[in-house]
């Protein structure tokens, strides 16, 4: 195993430096630049606990809803109350993410335009008056979030009547950000992901709109532990996946970071080529993995062992497609296998 620059020849002490073997190192040149999709984190609320909520069950006048009041590093008063549905979308954290497989686990409240626009005050009483009268229940909290951009953003409401401030600064439950969460399509990973050893493992899964039972169909909004890269196309996201889960991809991120630092600069130094929906290739690619998130999610849900045995078969098929779309080898795709399998600390390949 060597110590090498991310980018040979132009090594630097901004540059990040990977553990990685010397001639998988030369094979991972081929795929170690930027690419031209670019990633995103989660939405960051400040104050989880007024925008994470339970749903106790659906209504004639709306969803009654009770926010976890306690979660988080904020506390705030517990509210049980009617709002109306539409701004409620499901919920995945950290936790809820495996490889080609990604599952809600809670709801969020999110007081944008479904292009991810803050609605303002006069909109939101309006058009969603209970909602409204949620949210003042949160004033002063929301209105002290310490983290940026809140902090700065929402200091007029720390020193002036609601009135005023809102003529100054954004409403004062602002979310930013939320925009690429909306997209229909997300492939997203951890941002904490590893082992003690303090290597990042690194795996994707593709997001895609649930049917809720409270809610109908919604897309699904990532929290700020998780990175994402948004998508309107299906089979585009199913394809930047398998590139991303495979031996491949996974060595690089591996190679470099630490498990508790796997951020939007992964794209910064894994090549993803751009999808082309006329390409046998790439609609090959998105088959697959949609069939791996398929395999995967009877393996999860149901314990279903032979699942687990076609998905293994399934990734060796996406692990050599995605080594021909970067020209590497059959000899160069194993010496990638077996580098990998020793950062992950395993002495079975996969």
Known sequence: MILAPIRKGKANVNMPWMIIGEKAYDTMLKVMKSSRYRAHAGVYTGVNSAYWIEIE????????????????????????????????????????????????????????????????????????????????????????????PYKS??????????????????????????????????????????????????????????????????????????????????????????????????LIVMGYTIETAISTHVLKNVYVPKFNSKDKIHLKLAKLSKNAHALAKRYYEQKDLEAQEELKEVEAEIDKIVAELYGITDEELVEVKKTLGVLKGEDDER
């Open 57 to 148: 069950s659906k209504q004639p006048t709306g969803i009654l809803i009770k926010n976890l009041a306690t979660i988080g590093k904020r506390n705030v008063k517990e509210i049980k109350t009617i709002i109306e549905p539409e701004l409620i979308y499901p919920l995945v954290r950290g936790q809820d993410h495996k490889a080609w497989y990604i599952t809600p686990s809670g709801y969020i409240l999110i007081p944008t335009d479904d292009k991810g626009k803050t609605l303002s005050h006069s909109e939101l009483k309006i058009e969603y008056s209970k909602t409204c009268q949620y949210f003042l229940n949160f004033l002063e909290d929301l209105a002290n979030r310490g983290g940026q």
């Open 153 to 250: 953003k929402l200091e007029p409401y720390r020193k002036k009547p609601i009135d005023e401030a809102e003529r100054k600064a954004p409403p004062f439950y602002w979310l930013f950000n939320v925009a690429p969460a909306l997209a229909p399509y997300k492939v997203m990973w951890k941002y904490v992901a590893g082992k003690i050893s303090g290597k990042g493992e690194f795996s994707v899964a593709v997001a895609e709109p649930v049917e809720d039972e409270h809610l109908g169909k919604k897309v699904v909004i990532p929290n700020e532990k998780l990175m994402l890269i948004p998508f309107d196309d299906r089979d585009e996201a199913h394809y930047v996946a398998s590139v991303l889960n495979s031996p491949v991809a996974q």
